[in-house]
Antibody, heavy 119, light 110 residues
Framework: EVQLLESGGGLVQPGGSLRLSCATS????????MNWVRQAPGKGLEWISH????????LYAGSVKGRFTISKDNADNSLSLQMNSLRPEDTAIYYC????????????WGQGTLVTVSS | QPGLTQPPSVSKGLRQTATLTCTGN????????AAWLQQHQGHPPKILSY???KRPSGISDRFSASRSGNTASLTITELQPEDEADYYC???????????FGTGTKVTVV
């Protein structure tokens, strides 16, 4: 059974930092790129970051570039997102999801972890 | 970065057919195609189609997708109560270099 489990969300003050993790099992993690997608309360989906199969190429949406860092550990089958300089508009559910390089992207999703940025 | 445009809502009767549209441009849908995802309230999204018209295993054939130029479409036939959900299109955008999502369409089955 494929499983993706996000963790690390919570309440943080503006300007603070959080590190999200996505533990995976049940599929060949080292053969997939990965994405982080977020969804603000009551809003639509927003892609925020991509990492390649090897972990050597990272891409970011303009809204998080320079503040967030994505990383991938193929030995541990895990994905991370380091989030710095958090803003209230970063409040959202954060999902990790798979990437198949233009083929069946977004095939597998985690349940999401809620990040709330508020004073 | 710019997103993809979808109508906010579609309302159809039980067992009717709903067609959802998603409009992009030549940097995204027009070149690299689109995917469609379904999201029920309180749940993560679920992929329904990819690369314009391919359906993952396990997805009902009541869901069919297509593309014409810069517009992608998702047709849902024989609408069922469980089809009530939000539907998002997605595409890779070669302009900024990243994925873009549609604004989402809420489907209501009356």
């Amino acid at each position: 059974e494929v499983q993706l489990l996000e963790s690390g969300g919570g309440l943080v003050q503006p300007g603070g930092s959080l590190r999200l993790s996505c533990a995976t099992s049940g599929f060949s993690f080292s053969s997939y790129g990965m994405n982080w997608v977020r969804q603000a309360p009551g809003k639509g989906l927003e892609w925020i970051s991509h990492i390649s199969v090897s972990g050597g190429e990272m891409l970011y949406a303009g809204s998080v570039k320079g503040r967030f860092t994505i990383s991938k550990d193929n030995a541990d089958n895990s994905l991370s997102l380091q989030m710095n300089s958090l803003r209230p508009e970063d409040t959202a559910i954060y999902y990790c999801t798979t990437d198949a390089d233009g083929d069946l992207d977004f095939e597998y999703w985690g349940q999401g972890t809620l990040v709330t940025v508020s004073s | 970065q710019p997103g993809l445009t979808q109508p906010p809502s579609v309302s159809k009767g039980l067992r009717q057919t709903a067609t959802l549209t998603c409009t992009g441009n030549s940097n995204n849908i027009g070149t690299l195609g689109a995917a469609w995802l379904q999201q029920h309230q309180g749940h993560p999204p679920k992929i329904l189609s990819y690369r314009n018209d391919k359906r993952p295993s396990g997805i009902s054939d009541r869901f069919s997708a297509s593309r014409s130029g810069n517009t992608a479409s998702l047709t849902i036939t024989e609408l069922q109560p469980e089809d009530e959900a939000d539907y998002y299109c997605s595409a890779w955008d070669s302009g900024p270099g990243g994925y873009v999502f549609g604004t989402g369409t809420k489907v209501t089955v009356v």
